[in-house]
């Protein structure tokens, strides 16, 4: 049930962009992402709600094609602020939440 | 406007030994769900508590168990504690109203528990 996400962790420089990807074998009603800095809870940063839909927050935005059951979490120019590890979380269509395996992200200057 | 908190933040027991973890839900939300995160991994979910009834359950075994309170707290059992239920202990509120398919979950701070 637990959905996949790639690449398990991603270095960057500063102003490099990055993909992050979901993928579930489930069927999805609807995708949440979080990003979780160490020691600290989730935040969470937006949900998708149908297929094909491209959300965005500054410069940190996310599409999702339902039909094939994945999720993709797109930063651009990244910022140092960054850092930190994503979860996709996904809602399958008997309202379960599962957290993704988690996709470690640190930007270096 | 108080969001999600957790108590304790850190805890150390031993084998066999059974732990109470606490949490009371942001303001507005009834519906609290619990996830175990072993480092290095996502977050694992535990069970969710609505009405005072436990509504869904993860792959935890019994010795995992919960309370939901008039009040929307909750309280998070685990007895005959073991090595490998070391890790970090993550409340999350939501509201029942705003299904988890359209509304984030709310996360708190964790109680970080070692088991020796």
């Known amino acids: 049930q637990q959905p996949v996400q790639s690449p398990q962790a991603v270095i960057l420089r500063e102003g490099e962009d990055a993909v992050i990807n979901c993928s579930s074998s489930k069927a999805l009603y609807s995708v949440h992402w979080y990003r979780q800095k160490h020691g600290e809870a989730p935040v969470f940063l937006m949900i998708?709600?149908?297929?094909?839909e491209q959300k965005g927050h500054d410069k940190i935005s996310a599409s999702f094609n339902e039909k094939k059951q994945q999720s993709s979490l797109y930063l651009t120019a990244s910022q140092l602020s960054y850092s930190g590890t994503y979860f996709c979380?996904?809602?399958?269509?008997?309202?379960?939440?599962?957290f993704g395996t988690g996709t470690s992200l640190t930007v270096i200057p | 406007d108080a969001g999600v908190t957790q108590s304790p933040t850190h805890l150390i027991k031993t084998r066999g030994q059974q732990v109470t973890l606490r949490c009371s839900p942001k303001s507005g939300h009834d519906t609290v769900s619990w996830y175990q995160q072993a480092l290095g991994q996502g977050p694992q979910f535990i069970f969710q508590?609505?009405?005072?009834?436990?509504?869904q359950r993860g792959n935890f075994p019994d010795r995992f168990s919960g309370h939901q309170f008039p009040n929307y707290s909750s309280e998070l059992n685990v007895n005959a504690l073991l090595l490998g239920d070391s890790a970090l202990y993550l409340c999350?509120?939501?509201?029942?109203?705003?299904?988890?398919?359209?509304?984030?979950?709310?996360f708190g701070n964790g109680t970080r528990l070692t088991v020796t």
């Open positions: 979380g996904t809602v399958n269509t008997g309202n379960q939440f599962y």
């Open positions: 999350a509120s939501s509201s029942a109203d705003s299904s988890v398919r359209r509304s984030p979950l709310h």
């Open positions: 998708l709600l149908k297929g094909g």
């Open positions: 508590y609505y009405e005072e009834e436990e509504r």
